[in-house]
């Protein structure tokens, strides 16, 4: 049996980084409702600008699918997950991540997903939100297929949030210990 030993703190990054996954069916285009993580929203503090209806649909929609890419990238150890929903920043930390966990042979997943999301900020133009989430899950971290580590979590996560051709990106996701 081969054991990973990882450096200082590595734990704790691919702890907070990851800690929002959700184990992931098929492919990345499967979005049933059995695996979408449940995403609570308040738009009450949007401001300056109040956030239309649809948008808050599409942002809700397409930042659920931007978890499940992330619970499929973690899980399987795969970069092709992050492409539809991330971009920059948020894409490069992921990947330095998951190249990590390929490196040390662990994967992570995350269950029962609940997000309590608050909308901290629309752009009067419309093309910037910023969203303070509170994460409850169960963080699983895995060394081939054997479980080494179980814990329930509860994380705090600045996103910024831009369109892009046809969905919501997910350009900063920034662990932070409370808001």
Same mark, same amino acid.
């Given at each position: 049996?081969?054991?990973?030993?990882?450096?200082?703190?590595?734990?704790?990054?691919?702890?907070?980084?990851?800690?929002? @996954?959700?184990?992931?069916?098929? +492919? &990345? =285009?499967?979005?049933?409702?059995?695996? *979408?993580?449940?995403?609570?929203?308040? %738009?009450?503090?949007?401001?300056?600008?109040?956030?239309?209806?649809?948008?808050?649909?599409?942002?809700?929609?397409?930042?659920?699918?931007?978890?499940?890419?992330?619970?499929?990238?973690?899980?399987?150890?795969?970069?092709?997950? @992050?492409?539809?929903?991330?971009? +920059? &920043? =948020?894409?490069?930390?992921?990947?330095? *991540?998951?190249?990590?966990?390929?490196? %040390?042979?662990?994967?992570?997943?995350?269950?029962?997903?609940?997000?309590?999301?608050?909308?901290?900020?629309?752009?009067?133009?419309?093309?910037?939100?910023?969203?303070?989430?509170?994460?409850?899950?169960?963080?699983?971290?895995?060394?081939?297929?054997?479980?080494?580590?179980?814990?329930?979590?509860?994380?705090?996560?600045?996103?910024?949030?831009?369109?892009?051709?046809?969905?919501?990106?997910?350009?900063?996701?920034?662990?932070?210990?409370?808001?």
């Amino acid at each position: 049996m081969t054991r990973h030993v990882l450096a200082p703190g590595t734990m704790v990054m691919l702890a907070l980084l990851s800690l929002f @996954l959700l184990s992931f069916r098929a +492919g &990345a =285009a499967d979005f049933s409702p059995a695996s *979408t993580p449940q995403i609570e929203i308040n %738009t009450v503090n949007s401001g300056p600008r109040a956030m239309e209806a649809l948008t808050q649909q599409n942002v809700v929609r397409h930042y659920g699918r931007a978890w499940q890419s992330l619970a499929d990238a973690f899980d399987r150890n795969t970069l092709v997950s @992050l492409n539809d929903y991330f971009v +920059g &920043a =948020a894409k490069d930390q992921l990947t330095g *991540t998951v190249k990590e966990q390929q490196r %040390t042979g662990i994967h992570s997943r995350y269950l029962d997903q609940r997000h309590m999301v608050d909308v901290v900020f629309y752009a009067p133009e419309g093309d910037v939100v910023m969203l303070h989430d509170t994460v409850q899950c169960d963080l699983e971290v895995y060394d081939g297929d054997k479980s080494i580590h179980t814990e329930p979590a509860v994380l705090h996560y600045v996103v910024l949030m831009t369109p892009g051709a046809d969905r919501w990106v997910i350009r900063q996701l920034q662990a932070v210990p409370q808001f």
